[in-house]
């Protein structure tokens, strides 16, 4: 077996997403590949994980797209292989989304060496196919 294929029958072992009824529309837009994320359609309040209706105001809400791009919050480097699927070292960051009123994101970042990432660091959404599964899903990576 080559060092590809080893690789890529391990990702297809990757845990999968289970989208629920409150987070379904996050899941279609990434299928679409959007960056959404749930919003009051009464009070405007932007939320996630996404909730069934406003926490604030008990509205209706729905998923609407944000700009994809943000920083990087806070962030580790994973060294050992604890999730199966994924070749170490890998980051995974808390991004703050702009034009989001502060929505923060646990993602992976890609294209990028793990020593180099730090707090500030600008970044922006790729949506990218999730190997074994039929998912796309949100990565982030260095902005130009
Ligand atoms: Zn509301």
């Known amino acids: 077996m080559s060092a590809t294929t080893s690789v890529a029958a391990s990702e297809a072992r990757r845990p999968q997403p289970t989208p629920d009824p409150d987070s379904q529309g996050f899941w279609d837009a990434t299928a679409s590949g959007e960056l ?6 009464e009070c405007r309040t932007w939320m996630h994980p996404p909730q069934e209706v406003c926490p604030q105001c008990a509205n209706e809400v729905s998923f609407e797209p944000v700009p994809g ?3 990087v919050y806070s ?12 070749e170490v070292p890998y980051v995974i960051a808390v991004t703050e989304l702009d034009g989001t009123d502060g ?4 993602t992976r970042l890609v294209d990028v060496d793990p020593e180099r990432v730090w707090i500030g660091m600008p970044v922006r959404v790729r949506i990218v196919d999730h190997p074994g599964g039929d998912f796309r899903v949100p990565v982030f990576a260095p902005a130009e």
């Open 103 to 106: 929505i923060r994101l646990s």
């Open 36 to 41: 959404r994320i749930c919003r009051c359609r």
């Open 69 to 71: 791009t943000g920083i």
């Open 75 to 86: 962030f580790i480097i994973v060294r050992h292989p604890a999730v199966e699927g994924f």
